[in-house]
């Protein structure tokens, strides 16, 4: 459990290597929140990565959560900017009801972090808890 602003966030770690994926559908249930992280200094497994994520999106019980892409790796000369992640991750194209942001970082450095997880525990926020 991880405390962020005033809320309690479950979050689970499960890795992109392809000998992981078939796992991943061990933590879709009350999934509220999807985090995808994106080395923008790897032009060749770009396309492979747009690939797994258009599959993942496609799952019935992810339908309903918020987005949040990390371009990370900015600090590293040549990573692709983040508009050219957008791109090529065909970003423009999700569904419209579906809430996303694609955000700059370095995990290195910390840029971009704070930014990306206040905007998905806000958004998230504002779907979950509806004053009455």
Same mark, same amino acid.
């Given at each position: 459990m991880v405390k962020f602003l005033r809320?309690? /966030?479950?979050?689970w770690d499960? %890795? %992109?290597q392809k000998t992981i994926r078939s796992y991943w559908r061990n933590y879709f249930e009350q999934t509220d929140g999807l985090?995808? &992280?994106v080395d923008s200094s790897d032009? *060749? *497994?770009l396309e492979d990565c747009r690939?797994? /994520?258009e599959n993942l999106l496609k799952e019935e019980r992810l339908s309903g959560a918020s987005l949040l892409v990390f371009a990370n790796k900015q600090d590293i000369q040549g990573a692709l900017t983040p508009p050219e992640i957008t791109k090529v991750l065909n970003l423009e194209a999700l569904d419209k009801t579906r809430h996303w942001? /694609? &955000?700059g970082c370095s995990a290195y450095t910390g840029e971009g972090l704070l930014e990306g997880f206040d905007w998905l525990v806000q958004d998230i926020a504002s779907r979950i808890y509806v004053l009455d």
């Open positions: 809320y309690s /966030l479950n979050i499960v %890795g %992109g985090v995808w &992280v032009v *060749r *497994r690939m797994e /994520l942001k /694609l &955000v």
